[in-house]
């Protein structure tokens, strides 16, 4: 008899130790899930807000008279300065592979800014504006893809 007091003591201790280690391991896997949101939530903030200085210092350039060795020099540096590089590389660790996509897609427009810009275009050529329709549209794509990540409404006003 008394083993039946003794296995029931050590059946009730692994149950509770049990439901112990269960819910701390369910905790954890939520906080670290919310961690992991927060990170790509930073990041597609921060990528988006590189994307837009890019824009707006690339646009200054195009409207702006210089010189085609100074302007090549300008457009080069203003678009490297934001950091975009450095950010779309820790999207790909860390973004599903739609949203690397569609970061890559807002990026390569903007490359392509570049470079019409560095040729000597400006901001009332036909190229340029299509360059800037395009950018719109990636942008538009890009945040689409990153509020369904984060499980944001599709739209805001959509609520």
């Keep these: 008899m008394e083993w039946i007091t003794l296995a029931s003591t050590a059946l009730g201790a692994a149950i509770g130790v049990g439901s112990t280690l269960l819910a701390d391991r369910a905790r954890w896997r939520r906080e670290r899930a919310g961690q992991e949101l927060d990170v790509r939530r930073q990041l597609y903030s921060d990528y988006t807000a590189a994307l837009s200085r890019i824009r707006t210092a690339l646009n200054e350039c195009a409207q702006t008279d210089m010189a085609a060795g ?9 678009f490297l300065s934001p950091g975009a590089y450095e950010i779309r590389h820790q999207l790909a660790i860390v973004a599903p592979p739609e949203i690397v996509e569609a970061s890559r897609s807002a990026f390569v427009v903007l ?3 570049r470079d019409l810009l560095v040729t000597g275009a400006s901001i009332n050529d036909a190229a340029y ?3 800037e329709e395009r950018f719109d549209a990636a942008v538009a794509e890009l945040r689409s893809v990153m509020r369904l990540d984060l499980g944001a409404a599709k739209s805001i006003t959509a609520r």
């Design 70 to 78: 100074e302007r090549s020099r300008k457009v080069r540096e203003v």
């Design 111 to 113: 490359r392509d800014t």
């Design 129 to 131: 504006v299509e360059m």
